[in-house]
């Protein structure tokens, strides 16, 4: 079964930086394409970055310049680098695996079919 394991959340002052990493198995990572979603508290999920397979990336605009997303085929492995970090960056932090190929990047939450637990990231003011 498809397994997705995040770390690397925590709590951290304004203007200070995380690296969120999501562990994959149980499907050919290279194939899928990845991404990371949030969710604050009262509020609805909402994308955050995502990579396709070949590498092609997309961010949300409210983290653009801040965040990058990148992956380790050899390690099976996605990381989320986020640097200059706000208060309402705080939420929980999820990473999803693509329903199946996907050559082409998207950051629709109905295009990704496997979620992780999620990691907790709170940024202090």
């Known amino acids: 079964q498809v397994q997705l394991v995040e770390s690397g959340g925590g709590l951290v002052q304004a203007g200070g930086s995380l690296r969120l990493s999501c562990a994959v198995s149980g499907l050919t990572f290279s194939l899928y394409g990845m991404g990371w979603f949030r969710q604050a508290p009262g509020k609805e999920r909402e994308f955050v970055a995502a990579i396709s397979m070949s590498g092609s990336t997309d961010y949300a605009d409210s983290v653009k310049g801040r965040f990058t997303i990148s992956r380790d085929n050899a390690k099976n492995t996605v990381y989320l680098q986020m640097n200059s970090l706000k208060p309402e960056d705080t939420a929980i932090y999820y990473c999803?695996?693509?329903?199946?190929?996907?050559?082409?990047?998207?950051?629709?939450?109905?295009?990704?079919?496997?979620w992780g637990q999620g990691t907790q990231v709170t940024v202090s003011s």
């Open positions: 999803a695996a693509s329903r199946g190929l996907q050559v082409r990047v998207t950051n629709r939450a109905a295009d990704f079919g496997s």
